[in-house]
């Protein structure tokens, strides 16, 4: 198990270290990041997801529990965040909404895709791509209404901003891609083994280029450690994967997706919330740094997770 851990790891780490240096001695700047980001988004990942679907049993597809664990294990603890943040801890509402964002949300494609690519290989694509509908199509767009009703400007109703966000979620090629690919295997369409071919050639340097990437977003980030820090990175890397823990004991899963769920859990938080952070000008220092310490932390709580999970 520890090299398996370390096989793991320890390639993931060195290109997020190469990105890191780049992005710190200036050899790409914020424009070239965002053209990478581009291209990752909306080229290498759909074809890597679609072909991932054209690779899944249709039995897997059908598997309802699938996306009840991850509902299960997302949502809830961003509400169970939101709600404690501001009605016990009285935060305000953009406040509250920014941190459940940062503790509840993984970064699901920089970081999911390679650790569980190499520990499980590529079935677990599958699992990811239901995982990262549901920040897609809940969490992403609840959290801009709340940012937008916590704002100055923003004390318009949120239902208009809502129903904008999911059709604009809708468009990404990300999401409709892999969908499009789930419904011809649920319909039984044979989909060409040459186009998947011609998919996985496009799709496999989405790992290495995503890794580069997340280096060259941590090397902008402002490090400011606090105990408000200390505390959002522990409740990320330890008590979210326990939440995804007791999501899969509650829905009776077992095997190979219940790793897959625990350890998707563990992984750090998602860089798009910094963007929302920056955006609304809430929290900023404390979520790029909580960005970045919780990629570190995750050099221990992972393997921490693969270990503990090793029998499930």
Request: aromatic residues 8%; positive net charge; charged residues 15%.
């Amino acid at each position: 198990m520890f090299e398996t851990i370390v096989s793991t790891l320890v390639p993931v780490g060195f290109v997020i270290l190469l990105g890191y240096l780049a992005g710190y001695r200036k050899v790409f700047g914020v424009s070239d990041r965002a053209l990478l980001t581009k291209l990752v988004l909306n080229w290498l990942l759909p074809a890597l997801l679609f072909s991932g679907i054209a690779k899944t049993p249709r039995a897997d597809l059908l598997n309802y529990k699938i996306p009840l664990i991850f509902f299960i294990g997302l949502v809830v603890p961003y509400l169970v965040v939101l709600i404690v943040g501001q009605y016990v801890l009285r935060y305000d509402r953009s406040t509250a909404t920014v941190r459940a964002s940062l503790l509840a949300f993984p970064d699901m494609v920089f970081m999911g895709i390679p650790i569980l690519g190499r520990l499980f290989g590529p079935s677990s694509l599958f699992p990811i791509l239901v995982a990262n509908l549901i920040p897609m199509l809940i969490i992403i767009p609840l959290t801009t209404v709340l940012l937008e009703l916590g704002s100055e400007n923003g004390r318009r109703a949120g239902a208009g901003v809502f129903l904008k966000t999911i059709f604009r979620a809708g468009r990404e090629p990300r999401v409709w891609i892999p969908l499009f690919g789930a419904v011809l295997i649920v319909l039984n369409v044979r989909i060409p083994q040459v186009l998947i071919n011609s998919l996985d050639l496009i799709g496999e340097p989405t790992t290495g280029i995503s890794l580069f990437v997340a280096g060259l977003i941590i090397s902008e980030e402002k490090v400011r450690l606090s105990t408000a820090v200390a505390a959002d990175v522990l409740c990320k890397n330890l008590l979210q994967p326990a939440a995804m823990l007791a999501a899969v004991l509650l829905l009776g899963v077992h095997g190979v997706l219940a790793r897959e769920a625990i350890v998707l859990a563990a992984i750090p938080s998602a860089v798009l919330t910094t963007m929302f952070a920056e955006e609304y000008h809430v929290l900023v220092s404390e979520s790029s740094t909580a960005i970045l310490a919780t990629r570190v932390l995750s050099f221990v709580t992972i393997p921490l997770v693969i270990e503990l999970t090793r029998h499930r």
